[in-house]
């Protein structure tokens, strides 16, 4: 059984930092993608990362690229986003999530997902 549970948001002033975890636990191999979305209440939600596990391989959405950083600790199963220069548009729902293959920020296909942690930026 697959689980994912995001932890680290919380509020933050602009120009403030924030770092995210994933825990992933289930998996036995690291044949897949991991990524960061986001969601805004009325919006689409946004892919702003993504990593592959087994190469490290990283992509990010251009609305965070050179200020997110996605990392991933192999001997916990843990992955990282490491947020900085926060702006009040970075406010959502972050969400952590699997799937067998990533188009860019993206994820494709389906796999696990978390519940989420809120970050607020004023």
């Known amino acids: 059984h697959v689980q994912l549970v995001e932890s680290g948001g919380g509020s933050v002033e602009a120009g403030g930092s924030l770092t995210l975890s994933c825990a992933a636990s289930?998996?036995?191999?690291?044949?897949?993608?991991l990524g960061w979305a986001r969601q805004i209440p009325g919006k689409e939600e946004e892919g702003v990362a993504t990593?592959?596990?087994?190469?490290?391989?990283?992509y990010y959405s251009k609305t965070v690229k050179g200020r997110f950083t996605v990392s991933q600790d192999d001997s916990e199963s843990v992955v990282y986003l490491q947020m900085n220069d926060l702006t009040p548009d970075d406010t959502a729902m972050y969400y952590c999530?699997?799937?067998?293959?990533?188009?860019?920020?993206?994820?494709?296909?389906?796999?696990?997902r978390g519940r989420g942690t809120q970050v607020t930026v004023s």
């Open positions: 289930g998996y036995t191999h690291t044949r897949y993608c």
């Open positions: 999530a699997t799937a067998p293959s990533c188009d860019g920020s993206k994820l494709l296909g389906r796999g696990a």
């Open positions: 990593i592959w596990r087994a190469s490290g391989t990283r």
